[in-house]
């Protein structure tokens, strides 16, 4: 990269001034970002461009395959990404964005792609549902391109189940302070599909219309009082 | 267990020789059981007896806590069984089962009662999720007793998201194959309450009424269409 | 499983009445089962009906295979029950108890019969010592079946092998207060036979004779004496 | 976050179609990025903006601390970025870059703050030589914000040493084609700290000098030959 | 060590040109070792001299308290050199050998001179079998020294139930192939002392007997024959 | 081992009492070596006499393929040996020592030699690095024993790299309290090749010169100083 350095220095010469005094804010009061968005580590997938987020505003985890390990006794850096936005710092939204043409879900789908690469083999294990779901529904009707993004879409809503498994996120969406969301970015385009967990399917988001959400959290009426009114009904 | 002696002898002198056949056809065919159930080690908690199954009809994973990890790369008793009864006995309904006065529920509300047993505490990790729900939504309206009620049930659910985890259940899920259910046994009565996907809440079964399902699966639409008619829209 | 709503009704209506005051009582008072069984997940192999155990009578943990995995860094659901059930429960037999016709078995000296299922192979890997021994003792002698059968019993004894690196119960063996059981109940004929730790080999438990045991308990003689004369034999 | 609607419209309809045909054209000929960034999942952190990178330019593995777990047995997502990059998108530079006002360096430094957070503890451990080191030299020398600030950069330089042990990039660097840099951003002043491996410090760059570079592959020379000169010396 | 060139020069010159012919023999031939050892890493016992063993005798493997760790799905240094010694150099002795004042057993007992090692609290796990043994025993009656010597005789056979584990030994075990003796060197005098496995303790070897051996290998009985013959006796 | 028997009681009779003293001494007063090493578990590389050591002069860990994990979340005997040598004996110096003629290494190159062997296979997953590294750089030009000679050197430095990544080494070496070695020995020829850091390569040690370091601790000057004058400058 032979010009990392007038990179850093464009940024801190002409790009940092004009937000210097936010930047000093942030520093000094710390960040509050509303919320923690997990995506692919491709570069062709910034998550402040496609949210046309400023400094201070999202919370970012990026891994090859935007994946979220479910909560276990081995857990290590999603984890501790999730563990820290949510406990930390309070955020609202939690979105799992997926992106077509992903080199990960293509090593998921055609494994010789990935054979020389051992810690991506085992780290697609995490997306083992999403190829088990696809295979079983659309192993006879798709060519590969539509498989690898049917492949692409269902990993989305597998890391989403993933997601609530983490005792933090269980506990933010039964108090109704987090909702999770599921996109998917088309690099051709521009547009992001959004997961509507009413209609149970990926949609265009309408203009007019509230951005569709994957899961709602809300508060969840209190378990023992139907259990106990049940019991009493003997 | 001074009279194992006779337990076993009994047994074979007096209960085997009357389903002697079935025995013998289900050693020369093999099993086939419609169920998997996952339920608590306890003393109290009989699978067979609740369900009033005969040999051949249930096959039964037991735990402290009837619990289900996530799947995840370090897998163990639980998971072999769960992807041993889906892929090669093909079961069709998948049992987790929950019950009064759990050992391991109060464990994991009460941690001094566990402090000496560490693997205990490793193993109800899976369970904290359950835990921080529970303490989210109750924790200033219950006395202990129905909070670990309230836990004890949350716990089934966790264990249903865990079991969601598992690439062949997300598949058979999918595919329409498979009936999740979250049982709560009440030792004291004999009761089983069910968890009713569709209400969001356990009930107790109606004796008209189908028996509620926690999570039904079922043919699920075709993502590609959805994305496509979406794409073709642009 | 179309009944299920109808079982669970007959067990409430029909069977738990005969029993409540003792079902009661055991909620009010706890669990105090004589002995842990771990078995088979296998539905041809009910624990409480070998045993003609009532509820309360043996705490139960089942998996495929009837595997006990070694205490170590990474410990999972058996571990759990075996620590809880010893130091909890105070149980004072551990029944390790294989079976005829274990799938489980078969996958373990047929491994293209779970070449599917990579949590099967994992968990099985707690059962290579057994298939180790057999290949090293049979290998030339036996036929499949025969080998199946064989494989069988020598996982019996690797599983006792591996209950005694569990500190709870190898303190247990020391004081004397424990004792290991090695059985193989066979489907066909409903016999268990029996491992006998003096005779070192499975036997038909006779009518008339105390049932043997595989590992007997003992208070163990003091080694720091024994150390202590030998020193001062010097 | 009530405008995430508005965010992803406005970036699809006034962001995109000024660079649509570049991303049409990565769409199609997938990413060819220059460098990976390793760097922390913080908000006020922002990789693509800090190096003024547009689309297909940089991979970025973000987590809490921008931190890289050694090669082991055990390897999870910052791996599988590393292993992706290095051999399928053969990038020449990977920059660890740390900043300042850490929130996961304060809870390396304040147990405390970060005592609710067992995943963040646990994922903490990749950077405790980090703090054993700045513990060792300044113990009795910085107030607690000057201690963070070293405990911050001694813990790039681990992260370095880290990703050393990763068998791509240790290939890679005897092979003279990947630089290894070492940054931190200064939230505050928008500067960057780049780590000078000549010299063993941390340097602010100088506009007319190269920017140092912390390890410098270059091709090694053949060490058997070292060996056969020794040995034929005798 | 000022000394490290001298001592390495001094072999070099005065040590090795005496057993010239053996080592360049031993390096043509490779290794044939007949024993291997897994002692402490302390330097004061020296396995090679304990044994007045000269090169290509004994296979050792050291670690901080002479442990082996039941073989598991997460296995490290100890299980490959067993592996290694039973299956690539068919050794036909394991011996561990434990011995007075070990630093590693200390701690055992005496967590708190450990508490800033978390590696060695996490390794010594291996020996809680050991504790727990050894507390139930002699809680009462030894004090201090004597209970940490009780610990390490117990450790020895703890680690020789573990090394039982591993399919390679129980193999040999079970073809007569392998004995495995279990030791306790004191430093003070030189002498070691010796697990009697028919006796049941650890003794003074005695000048006119054989060595008493821990566990004996033999070629086991054919179970499946007793199998079948007590299956044809109903 | 026919001669065990022997072999100890001439130990004790004929070699100890010349240096009863010593070893009383060292009982008393604690083993306080100077130097830990690490090497083979190879019979044919004995350290003590390698190094002309006598008892209580060398902390040794050994084991297959003289390996060092890297410090992560699931460590063993080796980091714990080294944590007990750093923290709890305060070694000055710590060795690597490979070897030729390395049945280790040349499964590392071979693998069907181990293909029997899954724990070796997997142990040796910590010298992968070596193994790519010097395929990069040797692939066309050396012949299969040169190129385990090449991997042999190679994974000197990988473990020598692991080693940095240990909290206490990292520390130790910031202090300027510890040197790194790595060695090779030749058991053909006695001889010890020494890596040189300062000239990256295996050097034969001169007569008249200091014995060469691999990695030499020095008190570091102090980065926030640096970090701070930079700051300073703007
Ligand atoms: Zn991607
Ligand atoms: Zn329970
Ligand atoms: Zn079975
Ligand atoms: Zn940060
Ligand atoms: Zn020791
Ligand atoms: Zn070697």
Redesign the interface.
């Known amino acids: ?1 032979p010009d ?2 007038q ?6 010469g002409n ?3 004009r937000q ?1 005094a936010l ?2 804010r ?2 000094q009061d ?2 509050q ?4 968005m997990i995506s692919c ?4 997938v ?1 998550p ?6 400023g ?11 935007n ?1 979220v ?17 949510v ?2 710092l309070k955020v ?2 939690i ?1 799992v964005c997926g992106h ?2 992903c ?2 879900m293509k090593g998921l789908c055609c494994p010789h ?2 054979e ?5 083999q ?5 997306s ?6 696809a ?4 192993a006879n ?2 060519d590969q391109d ?1 498989m690898i ?2 492949v692409t ?2 990993n989305v809503l ?1 890391q989403l ?2 997601l ?5 996120v ?3 969406l ?2 109704g302070e987090i909702n999770l ?1 599921g996109w ?1 970015f ?8 959004v997961y509507d967990g009413a209609k ?6 309408e ?1 007019d219309a ?2 569709p959400v994957a899961v709602t959290g809300r ?6 009082v ?2 106990t009114s ?2 009493a ?2």
């Open positions: 990269m990392l350095h990179r850093i220095a464009s940024f801190r790009v940092f001034p210097a930047y000093r942030l520093a710390g960040q970002p509303q919320a923690l580590a491709d570069s062709r910034m402040e461009t496609i949210t046309q987020s400094p201070g505003e999202l919370f970012v985890c990026r891994n090859a395959g994946i390990p479910p909560f276990s006794n081995m857990n290590g850096g999603v984890s501790s990404a999730i563990e820290y936005a406990m930390a609202h939204d979105i077509s043409e080199g990960a792609l990935i020389e690469m051992p810690n991506v085992a780290w697609l294990r995490h083992h549902a999403a190829r088990s779901v295979t079983q529904l659309y009707e798709l539509d993004c049917a879409l269902e597998v189940d993933h609530r498994t983490h005792p933090s269980a506990a933010g039964a108090a969301h998917f088309d690099i051709k385009t521009g547009g992001v599909l149970e399917r990926f949609v265009e988001p203009a509230p951005l508060s969840r009426a209190c378990m023992p139907a259990l049940a019991m009904a003997e």
